[in-house]
């Protein structure tokens, strides 16, 4: 009887034991956290998640925006963007037709003020090469009229662009890209994470300690970078 009693006992405690080993092991799963900082889409990024998949989650994260960045650079000769600029048309991927009718849709809801056909301005001034030249009056004149995204027309997956128009798309890629890595959190089960593209921040649920993510915001004027203000966030 007192050794069927120990055995019990025994047996109690074992089921004790793996059940709070268990239970430490879920609660170091779901706070294990990855972070990886890198290049892309012409600025410094930074990924975090946490959870049990958050070293897969984050990979496929990282792959996700350089294979969108190959397919919307405009740096990049043999990108999509880059093929349509050069022959004024063409067939886009499923993930181009979606961000420029995304493109559409903000320059209608904003009268033209963002207007994704801004690529000729932007070689204009320098920008994609880095040899910055302020143009002349007569240069404006010259180019502002390509600039004109009612010229552009997309039927199906199929762009056309007017005479001399070209596309950059990268005013608003980087919230696209943001979109998609959340979806790829939610897939692998990640509650908990934060992206930064280049100044670009979108978090998915709280931090791990219950509490609303902080993200800062520069001020403009301090040449060290320095935080004006602070938006608590939780899934924007």
């Not at 552009?152 to 199929?158: N, S, T, Y």
């Not at 509490?211 to 004006?228: F, H, K, N, T, Y």
């Amino acid at each position: 009887m007192n050794r069927q009693i120990k055995t019990r006992t025994a047996a109690v405690a074992l089921v004790a034991v793996l059940g709070a080993g268990l239970a430490m092991s879920y609660g170091a799963g779901r706070n294990r956290s990855c972070t990886k900082r890198f290049f892309a889409m012409d600025t410094y990024m930074e990924i975090t998640a946490y959870g049990r998949e958050s070293e897969r989650a984050v990979e496929e994260a990282v792959r996700e925006v350089q294979r969108l960045d190959e397919l919307w650079s405009t740096g990049a000769a043999f990108s999509e963007v880059s093929r349509i600029n050069a022959s004024g048309g063409g067939e886009l991927s499923e993930d181009t037709v979606r961000l420029l009718e995304r493109a559409q849709d903000i320059c209608r809801e904003t009268g033209g003020l963002f207007d994704f056909t801004v690529y000729p301005l932007m070689r204009l001034w320098g920008f994609p090469t880095q040899e910055y030249h302020v143009p002349t009056e007569e240069e404006l004149e010259e180019v502002l009229p390509l600039v004109d995204a009612s010229g552009v027309c997309l039927d199906g997956a199929e762009v056309s662009l007017g005479e001399g128009q070209q596309i950059d798309l990268g005013g608003i890629a980087k919230g696209y890209t943001s979109a998609r890595i959340m979806d790829l959190f939610r897939a692998d089960g990640i509650a908990s994470g934060m992206v930064s593209l280049g100044g670009n921040v979108q978090v998915i649920g709280r931090k791990t300690d219950g509490s609303r993510w902080q993200v800062g915001i520069q001020d403009p004027d301090s040449a060290q970078g320095e935080v004006l203000a602070g938006v608590e966030a939780e899934d924007q």
